[in-house]
């Protein structure tokens, strides 16, 4: 093992053992003439008259080596033979990390950690080294009393590389603080200063000069072996890392697996978690990164009586007690029901193991697993460790669930369900009434928003039934093409009637494609190929080669997830998924801003385009200060929202995968209405006889047409704005008059009647074009994989 003696290079104090007090004492004992002690005091003193250095001191190690024996004897009452197998002590000088005179227990440690291994106290860099010293000499000589101890360490690894902690405690009862030359001299304004100034180590530098006090004598290192208590400590800051998202979960597994080599002084150790569906009686792999489970087959989940039979279930799930197993080729021998789970055991190397289950409120969560490759490594004793840590791993996995579950909420909020934040409030309101009386049992109110104003908006993907048909009927005919190329060339190699009546049954079904496509034909044609055309190939029996080989590279052409032909479709399902999240994307990105400007009720539908819907008002926002401003602020807004999801629209269409158009709608509805959150449905609607026949025109008018022709309200490239009354006009044509002015808008605008839809008549449009900024055009070298990536990374 090194020794480091280079501390006092950033040290004030010098370094001289002396044993002078020892030989003090020695004399004074000689002195007193008291039978066998005396004799032996005299005796050792006549032994050290030779070596003055002894009590003047020493600076070089070497002569410590030299007088190895001779102050083994001098310290010999410090140090008693009787204890020297049993305490970790050693002479040094505080601070420094260097020993002499260690017990045989302190040899045996340091010998087995290796003769490279470099003993320094954990976490003690040079600034806190200098400022102890400092400290020293200041309670020592000055009598001041600075408190500057905390727990100090040492870590040393065993034989085994398991890393031990030992608790480092300091005897100075034999040192004396000597000023030489350049130490200053300390005030009490100088000790006020340094007080206030821990942090200035300059500061204590100039007031304490490096090597200007000499430490004289030797103080006593007695080491504890605090590796359980500092292995626990340890897990529970690693377990608070587990939440800390910017911490890689494989490097907290390896310092948990660590930690519990050190607890267990077992050097192989593993640790993994099964997860328990109580309400399925099954077990699954843990949902938390970075931890495997030791007890699933190589999958996901199992049912409980797969893994373990009925017998050891009830031991694991009864008493929820540890199941050890200490051998597991002796448990494979004596339990043939098990044998399974023991042959899967040893397929990993694991020879012993404790599954410890985690219990929290009286439910099973699941079990800890703690592995070793070595057979009784792991018993029904050293499991008793895991009594004082499982409190905290029950915590913190329970912790994780709680999180994980809040994830799921958040996802199945911002999703599916969603309660915008603008009404959370009313909800949480609502929430807390009922868990404030708990106990009173009060039927939950529906929540409803007067007096709001609605703004409807769509941009619609343009022809997306027509594309999604010409898409299946590409790809239907695409396969009855190949497919009719195979079982052609198999009948020319061998002649088989029923070949040939495949061959008369996709021919027929090619031409019903060429003419025409109803609405279940995608499924009739592909049941046909999947129920009775693919298991002949897949079970046809031939010593062609090529036939084989034919029939081989046929399949390889097939989407491996449908076993069909399916790129058109999958280009168009991608495209409209792209231009879905684009568009979502930046609406949501702009609803942002629009926030800020005044709280209202926001939420949108993905469907063959993207609608929304947008509530303002009083009600929605009670302690803010409603203006009939923020409505107009709202609209005009919202055509400026339609108008960026327009022009990205443009930017992204030339790297599709699929072409398709785009039409964009906004519907005006100046009476307020109110809306009531559906308590069966879980989503907002209107409320109200009067107030349904804006969800009435909602639906309708996007397939309506212009009064008295066939042409559609909607157009592509085009902004369509439906309205009543006529003051809603001449606000929106303020609205267009500023847009135009702001490029976004083209100069000519279209005004006509729609045609009298149910129940709904008046209804009146303005069309405009749309100009496309000229910067937002798309770069020529923008690739679809760049588009996938550029949303990826904007979401």
């Known amino acids: 093992m090194k020794m480091d003696w280079e501390n006092e290079k950033y040290s004030p104090l010098v370094a001289s053992i002396s044993f002078h007090k020892v030989l003090e004492t020695l004399e004074k004992i000689a002195d007193s003439d008291v039978d066998y002690r005396s004799e032996y005091a005299k005796a050792l003193l006549k032994h050290t008259e030779p070596f003055p250095e002894l009590r003047d001191g ?221 309400e399925d009686n099954s077990f699954k792999a843990p949902p938390f990164k970075g931890i495997r489970s030791h007890v699933l087959f190589d999958c996901d989940e199992m049912e409980c009586s797969e893994v373990f039979c009925n017998q050891t279930l009830d031991t694991m799930f009864g008493g929820k007690k540890n199941f050890i197993i200490s051998d597991v080729e002796e448990f494979l021998a004596n339990k043939e029901l098990d044998a399974r789970f023991a042959e899967h055991l040893l397929s990993q190397d694991i020879r012993s193991i404790i599954l410890a289950p985690i219990v929290k409120n009286d439910r099973l969560l699941g079990f800890f697993e703690v592995v070793s490759s070595k057979a009784r490594e792991l018993n029904s004793i050293n499991a008793v460790k895991l009594d004082y840590i499982l409190p905290y791993l029950t915590d913190t996995i329970d912790r994780n669930y709680s999180e994980l579950q809040n994830e799921i909420d958040a996802i199945i909020q911002n999703e599916y369900t969603a309660i915008h ?61 190949k497919l009719l190329s195979v079982f052609r060339f198999i009948h020319k190699q061998e002649k088989l009637p029923l070949i040939q009546q495949h061959v008369y049954e996709l021919e027929n079904m090619e031409n019903e494609l060429k003419n025409s496509l109803k609405a279940d034909t995608e499924s009739i044609v592909q049941s046909y190929i999947a129920t009775e055309i693919h298991p002949i190939l897949e079970h046809f029996d031939t010593a062609n080669t090529e036939v084989h080989d034919k029939i081989e590279d046929y399949f390889k052409t097939l989407d491996s997830k449908v076993k069909m032909v399916y790129d058109c479709r999958k280009d168009f399902d991608e495209t409209l998924s792209l231009i879905n999240k684009q568009m979502a994307a930046i609406l949501d990105q702009k609803q942002v801003e629009a926030q800020a400007f005044f709280p209202h009720y926001y ?20 302690k803010s200060n409603y203006s009939p401003l923020y409505l107009s602020n709202l609209r005009l807004w919202q055509m400026q929202a339609m108008c960026e999801m327009e022009s990205e629209y443009y930017r992204i269409r030339p790297t599709l995968p699929y072409d398709l158009d785009v039409t964009s709608l906004i519907l005006v509805f100046s009476s307020p209405i109110s809306i009531r959150f559906r308590m069966d449905e879980k989503r907002f609607d209107v409320d109200g006889t009067y107030n349904a026949r804006y969800e009435v025109v909602k639906k309708r008018i996007d397939k309506a047409y212009i009064k008295g ?87």
């Open 421 to 481: 934040n603008s009404v959370y409030w009313k909800f949480r309101d609502e929430a807390l009434k009922h868990i404030a009386d708990p106990d009173k049992e009060l039927s939950y109110k529906e929540i409803v928003f007067k007096e709001v104003y609605p703004l409807y908006g769509q941009i619609d993907i343009k022809g997306s039934s027509t594309a999604r048909n010409d898409s299946i009927e590409k790809d239907l005919i695409r396969q009855i093409e």
């Open 58 to 278: 020493i600076t070089d190690l070497r002569e410590l080596d030299k007088h190895q024996n001779l102050i083994k004897n001098l310290m010999a009452d410090l140090f008693p033979t009787a204890l020297q197998k049993n305490e970790i002590k050693a002479a040094t000088i505080p601070f420094f990390n260097f020993t002499f005179n260690r017990t045989e227990r302190f040899e045996k440690i340091l010998k087995n950690a290796g003769s490279e291994f470099g003993m320094s106290i954990r976490n003690f860099e040079e600034h806190e080294f200098y400022i102890f010293s400092c400290c020293l000499i200041l309670n020592s000589y000055y009598g001041q009393k600075f408190d500057f101890s905390r727990p100090l360490f040492y870590d040393i690894p065993d034989e085994d590389g398991v890393m031990k902690h030992y608790r480092i405690l300091y005897n100075a009862d034999f040192l004396e603080i000597i000023p030489t030359e350049k130490a200053k001299t300390i005030t009490p304004e100088d000790i006020t200063l340094l007080m206030n100034n821990f942090d200035d180590l300059s500061l204590w530098k100039d007031k304490f000069p490096p090597g200007s006090w000499i430490v004289k004598g030797f103080g006593i290192v007695s080491l504890f072996d605090a590796t359980s208590e500092i292995a626990i400590s340890n897990l529970k800051s690693n377990l608070l890392l587990i939440n800390n998202s910017d911490t890689k979960k494989e490097v907290i597994k390896e310092q948990l697996e660590d930690i519990f080599r050190s607890i267990f002084n077992i050097p192989d150790i593993h640790i993994g978690f099964t997860e328990v569906n109580n």
């Open 603 to 622: 939420e949108r539908f993905k469907t063959d385009g993207v609608e929304h819907n947008l509530y303002i008002g009083a009600s929605i926002s009670p």
């Open 709 to 795: 022709t066939t042409k559609r309200i909607t157009e592509k490239g085009k902004l369509t704005i439906v309205y009543s009354q006529k003051q809603e006009e001449m606000e929106y044509r303020r609205y267009i008059q500023y847009l135009q002015h702001n490029n976004m808008l083209d100069g000519v605008v279209e005004n006509f009647e729609v045609e009298d839809l149910q129940g709904v008549t008046g209804l009146k449009a303005l069309r405009v074009d749309i100009l496309y900024n000229n910067s937002q055009r798309p770069n020529e070298a923008l690739s679809y994989d760049d588009l996938i990536k550029e949303f990826s990374e904007k979401k």
